[in-house]
């Protein structure tokens, strides 16, 4: 068995099949039962501690709107002294950029309002930049599992976060286990398994563990690995090859990638890569060196470029400006007739106007593969073991550009190694006989994390979700009563009646079953908004990558106001789930 030692402890080298909560979840949650005690006791509810009811907030997806929002929510709910009541904060894709932040600070619950303050400073008055973007990008191309995952992260979340966070989730241990806060879950899904509420297809990470619920045939049960080795190699359910953990901006950008359409997703990356290859081009490729491999080089970096202008033309189908690329890519191309790339330009070109997007962007990746063929400045020339050759930063960039458009063309995401691959107790064969797995944002699943809340062992009496999502405001629990029902797991009855009204929806839904109580708050509704709901979601798109400093102050608002409204309902609730012989106030 591999040992490994963080902080002078043990970390684990073998996945564990729990048929409980990881021993460190346990230790993390009964120490903050006494912090639960107290705040509950502040609200004139007195109850012995193994009484008091778990209580979860649950932050939805949404990009930016979700990550400030989520400020909001948890700056009011400590001002309604209602946030020392919460055992778990669970959060999906955009509701995980404000955790992953505020988990850096061992006491950010006494100093939400500080920390709101300087994330909003962070949004307005930051910058990106790209030179550290690029070379932390580089890096990661290197790994065998480089996918947009990485490319997404450093140049699309980095830019609209105004921050490249290079911490480990590993490192936010004390702030979950001193019990001053509630303890952490983050969430992603299985992007083969996850459209089919298959079991296993939710993933869940904590600053302790990477697990996967459900895989070994019972909701109860998780296969657990420690933090620090995601994406770490293991067979059998042993660690063979340990390899370095990854950063918390790459999570982000693993947690947070389904802000949009898909269509404009490829538009976003598409064009980040452009800008990465114009950039690049003066520094890289302004030599006059007359070496074949500079030569080669350079005619590869503009045919990049033009093939990549050809792939937005495939997205829009009444593009016009197709044709000008197909003249420069013929133009750049035409002293090679005889080669694979010119012949299967002059193909794609004669089918394009009567293609469809799929067949135009198959045409795209066959282009690309054939230029990389032709083109590709040759493996032999380059000296690996200087590591500051200029050669070497010149082979970096071509792995970097071509891995990156080949998973454009594959829509490869969130490769990692599979823990789960033949491990002895795991019984999901969608996922136990694949070596990797790529992990996405949950959104595109639930855009909130109700298969982790409810894990038996949580004994989660009452959920407090506040849901930041665009569209249907009653999506993410109507989802969740059907993936319940699929997987034969109580939920409370939804109310299709009270559901009807999507354009104005109120700010409090209540849920009650026998063992569970769900409250459900759109962030948007007729009390916080008034008359102003589709102004707001026109105003907080989802796809919208920067905020001004009057629109994050608008948006606070109105988190702010969606608690406030509330407070004395979820009391109310808190208050029936303790019951009147625990209470004595």
Not at 9 to 34: F, Y
Not at 108 to 129: N, P, S, T, Y
Not at 325 to 342: A, Q, V
Not at 447 to 453: D, E, Q
Request: glycine letters at 6%; a neutral charge.
């Amino acid at each position: 068995m591999l040992n490994n030692f963080l902080a002078g402890k043990q970390v684990k080298s073998e996945v564990q099949i729990l048929k409980t909560l990881s021993k460190d979840e346990q230790t993390a949650t009964a120490t903050r039962k006494e912090e639960v005690k107290k705040g509950l006791a502040k609200l004139g509810i007195q109850c012995d501690v193994d009484k008091i009811p778990n209580i979860a907030v649950l932050g939805s997806g949404g990009g930016l709107r979700a990550m400030i929002a989520l400020y909001g929510t948890l700056s009011e709910l400590k001002k309604c002294n209602l946030l020392d009541c919460i055992m778990y904060l669970f959060g999906v894709s955009g509701s995980t950029w404000c955790m992953s932040s505020i988990y850096k600070d061992e006491d950010w619950a006494d100093k939400i309002e500080i920390l709101e303050k300087h994330q909003r400073e962070k949004l307005v008055q930051g910058r990106w930049d790209f030179v550290k973007a690029k070379k932390t990008a580089l890096v990661a191309s290197r790994n065998e599992h480089y996918s947009l995952t990485d490319f997404w992260a450093y140049f699309i979340v980095y830019k609209m976060l105004k921050e490249l966070d290079e911490t480990k989730l590993s490192e936010q241990k004390k702030s979950c286990e001193n019990g001053k806060n509630p303890y952490p879950i983050y969430a992603a899904v299985d992007k083969h398994t996850y459209s089919g509420n298959h079991a296993g297809s939710w993933f869940e990470f904590t600053p302790h563990d990477a697990g996967a619920p459900g895989t070994a045939g019972n909701p109860a049960t998780t296969a657990n690995i420690d933090i620090n080795h995601l994406g770490s190699e293991f067979k059998n359910g042993k660690l063979d090859e340990e390899k370095k953990e990854r950063d918390v901006c790459y999570l982000q950008g693993l947690w947070g990638s389904a802000l949009a359409s898909e269509q404009e997703i490829k538009k976003a990356i598409i064009g980040a890569l452009l800008d990465f290859l114009k950039k690049d081009r003066e520094s890289y490729f302004s030599s006059k060196s007359e070496d074949l491999g500079f030569k080669s080089l350079n005619l590869l970096s503009w045919a990049y470029q033009y093939v990549l202008e050809l792939q937005l033309c495939a997205l829009d189908v009444s593009a016009t400006s197709a044709e000008r690329f197909f003249d420069l890519l013929e133009n750049l191309l035409k002293i090679h007739r005889t080669s694979k790339s010119y012949k299967v330009l002059r193909e794609m070109r004669q089918n394009w106007s009567c293609a469809d997007t799929k067949t135009r962007e198959e045409g795209c990746k066959n282009l690309w593969d054939a230029l990389n063929k032709d083109f590709g400045v040759p493996e032999e020339i380059y000296i690996p073991d200087i590591p500051f050759s200029p050669l070497q930063g010149i082979k970096d960039w071509i792995r970097h550009v071509h891995k990156t458009n080949v998973n454009i063309l594959t829509w490869t995401w969130g490769t990692t190694s599979n823990f789960l691959h033949n491990c002895p107790g795991v019984v999901v064969p969608e996922l136990k006989t694949k070596e990797v797995v790529s992990l996405i944002d949950a959104g595109l699943a639930i855009n909130t994390a109700y298969p982790l809340v409810l894990h038996p062992e949580r004994h989660v009496k009452l959920i407090l979700s506040f849901d930041f999502s665009a569209g249907d405001p009653f999506e993410t629990v109507k989802k969740a009563a059907e993936y319940f029902k699929t997987r034969g797991i109580k939920f409370p009855k939804i109310d299709e009646s009270q559901l009807q009204d999507k354009d104005n929806p109120s700010n409090c839904y209540i849920f009650r079953g026998d063992d569970l109580t769900v409250m459900h708050f759109p962030l948007f509704n007729t009390v916080n908004c008034q008359d102003k709901i589709a102004e707001y979601h026109k105003t907080f798109s989802t796809f919208k990558l920067s905020y001004s400093d009057a629109e994050i102050e608008k948006l606070l608002n109105a988190a702010k106001m969606n608690v406030a409204t509330v407070k004395e309902r979820v009391l109310e609730e808190i208050k029936n789930i303790v019951g009147p012989h625990s209470q004595r106030a």
